[in-house]
Structures are given as C-alpha cells and as structure tokens.
C-alpha cells in the first residue's frame, strides 16, 4: 500500500523556521521525482519544491528559492523541506508527492499557518 504521510506543520511566527517531513512507504522512493506543492483557498496548487531521489537533482518556486531547502534520505524513504524566513504568504496546505510516469501518489497534507 502506497503512503506519504506528512508532518511537522504548525503554527509559526513571521521570520521563524519550520521543517516538513514525508514518510514514504509502498513503492520504490528512489526511482522517483518527490517534493512538494502548496494550495491556498482559491488558488491554483504551487510546486514549491522538487527533488530527483535518485540524482539530487533539485527545483525550487522562484517565491521560495533562498528560504526553502528540499533533500531526500533514500535509506529512510523520507523527504525533508527546511522552511526558513518564513512569510504570510506561505500559509496554507502542503502537499508530499511523489511521480514517476504515469503514477503520482499525494500525501494527506498539512497546514502550516504564518502569524505576522
């Protein structure tokens, strides 16, 4: 059975730090593209950040590039986004993925909220 299973949202300030994890589990991690996206309430979803599991490869939403930091533990099955100078506009749901033709697996989702 195929799972990605979020944590680590939360509440926290503008300006502070918050680190996403995903458990992988149920499918081969490593042959995948992983990362995450980001929907707000009437929005359109946001790829924020992905990672190519096997080679490292990395790509990051202009909005986030020198605050996000995506990686990927092949050993644990788990990917990691560390979430610095945190804005308002980065409140929402964020979602773990995992792709590889013609399969893409979601994870449940997490709320992080950015009080100011």
């Known amino acids: 059975q195929v799972q990605l299973v979020e944590s680590g949202g939360g509440l926290v300030q503008a300006g502070g730090s918050l680190r996403l994890s995903c458990a992988a589990s149920?499918?081969?991690?490593?042959?995948?593209?992983i990362g995450w996206t980001r929907q707000a309430p009437g929005k359109e979803r946001e790829l924020v950040a992905g990672?190519?599991?096997?080679?490292?490869?990395?790509s990051y939403a202009d909005s986030v590039k020198g605050r996000f930091t995506i990686s990927s533990n092949n050993a644990e099955n788990t990917l990691v986004l560390q979430r610095n100078s945190l804005e308002d506009a980065d409140s929402t749901v964020y979602y773990c993925?995992?792709?590889?033709?013609?399969?893409?697996?979601w994870g449940q989702g997490t709320q992080v909220t950015v009080s100011s």
């Open positions: 149920g499918f081969a991690f490593r042959l995948y593209l």
């Open positions: 993925y995992a792709a590889s033709h013609p399969a893409t697996y």
């Open positions: 990672i190519s599991a096997s080679g490292g490869r990395t």
